[in-house]
């Protein structure tokens, strides 16, 4: 099968922030349930924490690529999303 994205192509965006498809594509991979199922609010939750770490410039477009390699998402955004759900519930 033959890759269409090329990460290697995009190495002047590298330490630019992540753009919102990414953190969207994110979401989607860190929103899934152990069934394999989709929770559309964790997928958002996920979104929304990346993308606000893109927008602070904590969160680069090298950085997302590499997130997309890991099995789970990093306990730092785990934990940012758990402290705004209890500053806001």
């Known amino acids: 099968m033959e890759t269409t994205f090329n990460i290697a192509d995009h190495e002047d965006k590298f330490a630019?922030?992540?753009?919102?498809?990414?953190?969207?594509?994110?979401?989607?991979?860190?929103g899934k349930k152990p069934d394999g199922k989709m929770d559309n609010a964790i997928a958002s939750r996920v979104t929304a924490c990346l993308y606000s770490a893109a927008k602070e410039g904590d969160f680069s477009f090298k950085q997302a690529d590499?997130?997309?390699?890991?099995?789970?998402?990093?306990?730092?955004?785990?934990?940012?999303?758990?402290?705004y759900l209890e500053a806001n519930s």
């Open 16 to 30: 630019n922030p992540a753009s919102y498809p990414q953190c969207k594509a994110l979401g989607w991979k860190f």
């Open 66 to 83: 590499a997130l997309f390699k890991k099995k789970s998402l990093p306990k730092k955004y785990v934990d940012s999303i758990a402290a």
